[in-house]
């Protein structure tokens, strides 16, 4: 078994508002070994985005860690990421964990050329030798497939969203992070400009090794680039599995329900089925599993207890008390 | 099978102003380039293509919110813009649209009985209250927003994202429409919704025998929505395929379709890991502002011919029975 490089425990994240606490994240364990792909899939609400900010503790001003622990062992030591304070963690973003945000422009500081974003980022973590930085950047913009001297000039709006794409992933490598973590990397992006960061993932992850996390909505990014997957239903995770497992061997109803909701274009015309209702309001949660409301599979345990995470198979879990019913595809 | 069009483009464009920074000139930026189609009675035509390729403004002409530059758009052989009032009332009840955002569609002050109230009271099909009211119930049942009563005086925001775009749809029907244009009607919202929308969608098309633009980015929704009707690829304002759907999928002809098919992501890992992607001459999509000579995708086609694609722009051609392709490689065949 290979090295693992994260162990989430146990974590709560709650975000408060008016109306209540939103329990965004609840219970999670979750695993991340060194040099793999890990894809967290779920929709809007799921918890999959806070679960990635929490890690390395960037969550909203109304969002903070009500319990667990986020382990991240590299340099031969263990280090607990939620206790860390804020020079802790200057330290350690971008060095040991960096993340690509999901709105690409957004990310950037709009009156600054990417030249100064990047010496920015490199001086705020006391690298102050500017050849030093220009020429790791421009062979990491070259790298990226980009044009260094016209990027470097530019300011944001000048290029394009599969560029910015690009520069955002470039710059996240400037500090060479053992863990790269990615939301929704690929959603706003053209088919073409898609698939262009799809391979340039994978070139990243062949040349450099590191441990990505995928964060996305979209079940064809983790088809494409994950090696485990993680999927999240009202910020829990309610199945965990080797790619092939997750989209060939789903066990949870949720998972079978959301593979079986996706048209593919160059496999054969199939019939789809949707799942009916929505997902639930995470301020009000009621006891049980999260998803029976929408379950055809449901019974009256369901409604009572929440399931955990069994062992169905080989690092396979499901939490579901009916998945005995639930395999191949049923 | 003219007669049987409900919808047709006649050699339409359509340009925009844009000023280049701030004491720049003014430029003409062509968004859609001498576009013929022909939508006929109660087909499902799928419009796809990347961002900016001209899909939304091809909706928004035929739906009349916007006029063109040049050229003709017909409903049922007329001239919507040399139509008198009456008729043009008319061809605006018959035609509908269904926008891509249900947040920002609905206006958020008024309730649902409002929003759906109002063109019934507008085009004069209630008088009163009670009327308004019963038609309102009859329209939420309609979209499945089930018990009606429970929905008819709440605001949009005290909804989910697939129950305003239930409203959106229940408001394009308000006029019993013939005609609806659909931008993007389910890109927003959440996988799991996403499919019961479509259902919705392909169920009122059966039950109010109603023609459909279904306007997408997912080609795999397009396949999965019009797999009986068909598909029109378009590329820098400009229809480069257009055929039945499963000859589309399955037998692509145009090498922009050809690069879609090849990269799109699929929610399977052994089909999408064995995928080969096409590779194209370069990345970039070029500039409405600055189109290349002849076809538009010259720059980035790999099968381009020196000398005849930068120059001409290719017609239609038919290399195979109702498939249409805008490209030199067909040229004769």
């Known amino acids: ?330 | 099978m003219e007669d049987r069009a409900i919808i047709q483009l006649d050699h339409v464009s359509k340009s925009f102003t844009v000023r280049s920074g701030i004491f720049g000139g003014r430029k003409s930026m062509q968004v859609i380039g001498n576009l013929s189609l022909s939508i006929q009675k109660g087909e499902v035509l799928c419009l796809v293509g990347e961002s900016g390729c001209g899909k939304t403004t091809t909706g928004k002409l035929i739906v009349g919110l916007i006029k063109p530059t040049s050229g003709r758009i017909l409903f049922e052989g007329q001239d919507i813009w040399s139509m008198n009032k009456d008729e043009f009332k008319n061809y605006r009840k018959a035609v509908q649209i269904i926008h891509q955002d249900p947040y920002s569609s609905l206006n958020p002050v008024h309730r649902i009985y409002n929003i759906l109230s109002a063109p019934l009271f507008r085009h004069g099909i209630v008088k009163t209250r009670d009327e308004a009211e019963e038609k309102v119930l009859e329209l939420l049942d309609r979209v499945d927003l089930t018990p009606p009563r429970d929905f008819i005086y709440k605001y949009p925001h005290q909804l989910s994202g697939g129950q305003r775009q239930r409203v959106a749809i229940a408001r394009s029907l308000t006029l019993n429409p013939r005609f609806i244009v659909a931008d993007e009607a389910v890109s927003m919202l959440d996988v799991s919704i996403r499919l019961s929308i479509i259902e919705l969608l392909r169920r009122l098309k059966e039950e109010m025998n109603v023609t459909f633009l279904f306007i997408t980015h997912d080609l795999a929704m397009a396949k999965y929505f019009g797999w009986e009707g068909r598909i029109a690829v378009m590329y820098l304002g400009r229809i480069v395929e257009i055929g039945p759907t499963p000859r589309v999928i399955e037998n692509p002809l145009h090498p922009y379709t050809k690069a879609l098919l090849m990269a799109i992501p699929e929610a399977d890992p052994q089909v999408t890991r064995s995928k080969k992607p096409m590779q194209l001459r370069s990345l970039d999509i070029p500039s409405l502002l600055n189109l290349p000579p002849g076809c538009t995708f010259n720059p980035r086609c790999p099968f381009w011919i020196e000398g005849t694609c930068d120059r001409e722009v290719p017609d239609m051609y038919e290399p195979e029975k109702d498939h249409y392709v805008s490209c030199f490689l067909f040229r004769g065949k």
């Not at chain 1, 009202?234 to 199945?239: H, L, M, S």
């Open chain 1, 1 to 330: 078994m290979a090295k693992e490089i994260l162990n989430i425990e146990n974590l709560f994240v709650e975000y408060s508002n008016i109306r209540g606490k939103v329990k965004a994240v609840r219970g999670v364990n979750l695993k991340l070994y060194k040099g793999e792909n890990l894809a967290l899939i779920g929709e809007s609400g799921s918890g999959k985005t806070t679960l990635g900010t929490a890690i390395i503790r960037l969550l909203p001003s109304s969002g903070y860690i009500k319990d667990g622990r986020i382990v991240y062992k590299g340099n031969g030591n263990e280090y607990d990421i939620s206790k860390f304070n804020e020079k802790d963690l200057r330290q350690f973003r971008w060095k040991e964990i960096a993340m690509v945000f999901q709105s690409a422009l957004n990310s950037f500081n709009p009156v600054l050329k990417i030249w100064d974003q990047i010496y920015d980022t490199a001086k705020a973590h006391g690298i102050t030798n500017r050849g030093f930085v220009r020429d790791r950047a421009i062979s990491l913009l070259r790298y990226v497939q980009l044009d260094p001297e016209r990027v470097i000039t530019s300011y944001p709006h000048e290029l394009s969203g599969g560029m910015r794409q690009r520069v955002l992933i470039a710059m996240s490598l400037l500090l060479e992070p053992k863990i790269l973590i990615l939301d929704e990397p690929t959603t706003a992006l053209d088919i073409l400009t898609q698939r262009n960061i799809i391979e340039l993932l994978r070139t990243i992850k062949a040349d450099m090794g590191l441990s990505m996390i995928f964060i996305s909505h979209d079940l064809s990014l983790a088809a494409e680039l994950a090696d485990r997957v993680a999927v999240m239903y009202a910020g829990a995770i309610v199945e965990l599995g080797s790619v092939e497992d997750i989209f060939y061997r789903p066990r949870h109803p949720y998972t079978l329900g959301l593979i079986k909701a996706v048209p593919t274009v160059t496999a054969g015309f199939r019939e789809l089925y949707s799942i009916p209702g929505s997902p639930p309001d995470l301020i009000n949660l009621s006891p049980g599993c999260k998803f029976a409301p929408r379950c055809e599979y449901k019974e009256t345990e369901c409604e009572k207890d929440e399931p955990k995470l069994v062992e169905v198979g080989p690092e396979h879990f499901v939490a579901c008390f009916r998945h005995k019913e639930i395999s191949n595809g049923r």
